[in-house]
């Protein structure tokens, strides 16, 4: 059991900072003046979080820094980019979906699940990597296919 007094403990159970306490907390600093020990004191907050309110309204997101294992998925990790960048080169019709990376590797001895193998195509989708002269957009490039057809009905 913790002692002191009950008045100046800290309730373990309390909960964190809503967007109501942030802006409780910037409204009484910027605009009625209060000093940071103040405020603290006042609303029973330590000086770090009464900080971390002051510096930014909305709270951070959360990012994880070291990605999760994936045991059943690592030894497959290498034919799954191997089949992702086949996939890139064929015509958009017959890429490799999800499904069908999911049903060769099973047929290779995978025993993991379909989600893990989507996840995998999905993040490996978003680091794909430009080659000179490439669209980054899909509209640009529609755009682009329509003004060459409308320039070669306006020459003929």
């Known amino acids: 059991m913790v002692q002191g007094n009950p008045e100046t403990l800290v309730d373990a159970t309390r909960e964190m900072l809503t967007v109501d306490d942030r802006e409780q907390i910037r409204r009484a600093f910027f605009v009625e003046g209060k000093s940071r020990r103040q405020l603290a004191r006042e609303l029973k907050r330590s000086r770090r979080t009464i900080n ?20 059943v998925l690592s030894g497959y990790k290498s034919q799954i980019d191997g089949l992702l960048a086949e996939s890139a080169t064929l015509p958009r019709k017959q890429r490799y979906t999800a499904h069908r990376i999911y049903e060769c590797l099973k047929t290779a001895g995978y025993t993991g699940s379909e989600a893990s193998v989507h996840g995998r195509k999905v993040s490996r989708a978003n680091v794909r990597p430009l080659s000179a002269g490439t669209c980054t957009c899909r509209w ?5 296919k329509m003004l060459r057809s409308i320039g070669a009905r306006r020459k003929s």
């Open 52 to 71: 971390k309110a002051l510096q930014a309204a909305e709270p951070e997101g959360y990012t994880q820094k070291v990605p999760r294992a994936a045991p």
């Open 140 to 144: 640009n490039s529609t755009l682009a």
